[in-house]
Each structure stands twice: as C-alpha cells, then as structure tokens.
Nanobody, 125 residues
Framework: QVQLVESGGGLVQAGGSLRLSCVTS????????MAWFRQAPGKEREFVAR???????ISADSMKGRFTISRDNAKNTAYLQMNSLKPEDTAVYYC???????????????????WGQGTQVTVSS
C-alpha cells in the first residue's frame, strides 16, 4: 500500500517562503515520478511541478522562478520550495506519485496513481 503524507503548509505573509514535504511509503520511491498540484476554493486542481525519478523537473509557467520541486530518494521525500508567495497562491497543495511513466511531462491528474491528503497554504496580503 502506497501512502503519501504532505506537511509544511501554513499561514505566511505575501513575499514569504514555505517548504512543503511529501513523505512516501510503499513502492520504490526512487523509481517513480512525483508531482505537486494545488486546488484553490472553487477552482479545479492545477499542476504545479513534476520531478522524474532521475531528477528532471518541469514547472507550470506561472510558478517558474518562484517554486522549485526536488526530491531526496534516501528519505523517500519530495519537496516544494515556494518563494515570493502571493495571495493567489493560497490553496490546498497535494503531492502525487506516477508509477507508470518516467517522462518529464505530466500535468494531467489522470497520470497519477496515488495522492496525498493535502496541506493548506494560506498567503495573507
């Protein structure tokens, strides 16, 4: 049974930073891709960033330069470093695991096999 558990969310002022973590258990972490998505109230879940098993990354255009995805295979953990946060970044952030594809692209929800429960990020103005 694969489980993903996010942490690191919270309340931060605009311009601040947060680092989210996603600890996984089950499966072989180093062999699958990970991603972060987010969902704001009343909006659809949207792609944030993805990292392949080998460390290649891709981010949504609106977050490039501010958000960075990374992973530590020894700790079975994926991270999302978020800098220069804006009120519009307020959302529940989810991590997800893709067991089937090693490709760099992967912004569709259906690509992912497992999801975490989410962690709330609130950015005040």
């Amino acid at each position: 049974q694969v489980q993903l558990v996010e942490s690191g969310g919270g309340l931060v002022q605009a311009g601040g930073s947060l680092r989210l973590s996603c600890v996984t258990s089950g499966g072989t972490f180093s062999s699958y891709a990970m991603a972060w998505f987010r969902q704001a109230p009343g909006k659809e879940r949207e792609f944030v960033a993805r990292i392949t098993w080998s460390g290649l990354t891709i981010s949504a255009d609106s977050m490039k330069g501010r958000f960075t995805i990374s992973r530590d295979n020894a700790k079975n953990t994926a991270y999302l470093q978020m800098n220069s946060l804006k009120p519009e970044d307020t959302a529940v952030y989810y991590c997800a695991a893709d067991f089937r594809s090693g490709a760099l692209s992967g912004n569709r929800l259906a690509r992912y096999d497992y999801w975490g429960q989410g962690t709330q990020v609130t950015v005040s103005s």
